[in-house]
């Protein structure tokens, strides 16, 4: 059986935390890692009904894309909105895992969910990601490898996809004389010693670069440890970042919200079109969530109509005289639920036959009724 530690590890593995925006808060925010899962409800608001659903199915462990505690609090009290969720989470013995603008950048993320179910194809991330990794080359001697390799991985290098632990070696012969002063793992001071080494390589997270070079070193035999860190080039095809951009069959703006509005889950609020509705739609841009910090972006990608959500009233409408693409604002919540499916999938083929994993259907958009 799973425990929660595990499902934190494989969620951190595909959506990293360090590549969440520097206000987020993502990762566990309840729950002790070392619980069995065998329940796991999936969500986009850590709203209190969505916790007694939670609750009440007897789950594990509630994984949500907004955060329960985005901004400091002072407390928990169940006088509070978050207290009461809170409250409701830890009675049932239910953990609670975030993963917000680490799951926006990822790939496949919230942006790719949202993109397929709108019928993108040939999609790219609307605001490429510059390379998020670099790698360590470390020398050592043979009988450290081993505890070199393990430091690695426990430190967030070597992570490549669906892959951990990942390293290449090479041997060679590592040649130092001992100075005075000196008090070596091996060798003499003052002569000349040769030693087998193997030059070790491995993928490191930039944000974690700090952290994995005091594993090395605490790992590593030797008095001065040899290694480096080279900073990789952006390769000019990035898979990752906000947003997506794509093709679609040819279409106008008008036949392309109603497609919109039967993609996503219906919601009170609709489907809002700025534009022409007999503008022709090749090319569209999407973004998970609040989008209009993308604009820009939709426009320079050649996009016939921007889809995102909580859209502004003077940013809206000074973008659509400036004769850019044509926008549909739709439902937050709707946009951000198209991803709950796919990671449902995506844990049961990790996690296995002996975890049940259930998307809540509660609808947590603020607007309940159109009048």
Known sequence: MPRLADVVALMHGWYPPETADDWDAVGLAAGDPDAEVRRVLL????????????????ADVLITHHPLFLRGVHGVAETTPKGRTLATLLRAGCGLLTAHTNADHGTPGVSDALARALGLHDVQPLAPSGPTHDKIVVFAPVGDAEAVRAALASSGAGHVGDYDTVSYSVAGEGRFRPLAGAHPTVGTVGEVELTDELRIEALVPRARRAEVVRAVLAAHSYEEVAYDIIELADPGVATTGAGRIGDVAETTLGEYGALVASALPETARGVLVGGDPDRVVRRVAVTGGAGD???????AGGADVYVTSDLRHHVATEFLERGGPSLLDVSHWAAEWTWLPELATRLGEALGDTVEIRVSSICTDAWQMRR
Do not use: I
């Open 293 to 299: 910090f993308l604009l820009d972006q939709a426009a």
């Open 43 to 58: 969500a986009v608001d850590p709203a209190l009904p969505v916790a007694r659903e939670a609750a009440g199915w007897d």
